[in-house]
T-cell receptor, first 111, second 117 residues
Framework: QKEVEQDPGPLSVPEGAIVSLNCTYSNSAFQYFMWYRQYSRKGPELLMYTYSSGNKEDGRFTAQVDKSSKYISLFIRDSQPSDSATYLCAMKETSGSRLTFGEGTQLTVNP | GAVVSQHPSRVICKSGTSVKIECRSLDFQATTMFWYRQFPKQSLMLMATSNEGSKATYEQGVEKDKFLINHASLTLSTLTVTSAHPEDSSFYIC?????????????FGNGTRLTVT
């Protein structure tokens, strides 16, 4: 079983839709959670960084962490064609910096 | 925000030659840098962890004599692919910690696309 499972997609939505991206994990030592956006042929760009259960909002993006269920989500409101990219969840334990990634979800927002 | 610069962005080389990729933290000191490899439509695969002033730690299955890593300063780490072969063609990405302890997020460079002919 993989430590981090991410809904593989691909996901295709119309412009303006609300997008929900999800990851589950099995390692209870993970304490820090990140969402990255990766455009084709580019490095991952940090979108959200959270370390406690609950919601964190930044503009159109909301990261949600439920440590009791070992489940994290990223919500994108009012999605735009420029949001079309691959989204990667990542997490790490408190005692080290090594990241464990999900497999990524490819999102396409159609105008 | 924290910026990681990676150079070159793209390189084409002949089989048997060596290629050096640089990773720089531009506005912070990075005690730890990470090197990843990414195949098309796949997630990032950690190759090695690079700590300033000490030997890199390689992941299982990664040949340390083939992928030489040097982290000579707090702002620069290099990955040298030695005697490159076509199967080494891939997208290589570095990342760096912002140096705020174990609670800091990782920022990534824009990657280097290596093509070995």
């Amino acid at each position: 079983q993989k430590e981090v499972e991410q809904d593989p997609g691909p996901l295709s939505v119309p412009e303006g839709a609300i997008v929900s991206l999800n990851c589950t994990y099995s390692n209870s030592a993970f304490q820090y959670f990140m969402w990255y956006r990766q455009y084709s042929r580019k490095g991952p760009e940090l979108l959200m960084y959270t370390y406690s259960s609950g919601n964190k909002e930044d503009g159109r993006f909301t990261a949600q962490v439920d440590k009791s269920s070992k489940y994290i989500s990223l919500f994108i409101r009012d999605s735009q064609p420029s949001d079309s990219a691959t989204y990667l969840c990542a997490m790490k334990e408190t005692s080290g910096s090594r990241l464990t990634f999900g497999e990524g979800t490819q999102l396409t927002v159609n105008p | 925000g924290a910026v990681v610069s990676q150079h070159p962005s793209r390189v084409i080389c002949k089989s048997g030659t060596s290629v050096k990729i640089e990773c720089r933290s531009l506005d912070f000191q990075a005690t730890t840098m990470f090197w990843y490899r990414q195949f098309p439509k796949q997630s990032l695969m950690l190759m090695a962890t690079s700590n300033e002033g000490s030997k890199a730690t390689y992941e299982q299955g990664v040949e340390k004599d083939k992928f030489l890593i040097n982290h000579a300063s707090l702002t620069l780490s290099t990955l040298t692919v030695t005697s490159a072969h076509p199967e080494d063609s891939s997208f290589y990405i570095c990342s760096a910690e912002t140096g705020q302890g174990n609670n800091s997020p990782l920022h990534f460079g824009n990657g280097t696309r290596l093509t070995v002919t």
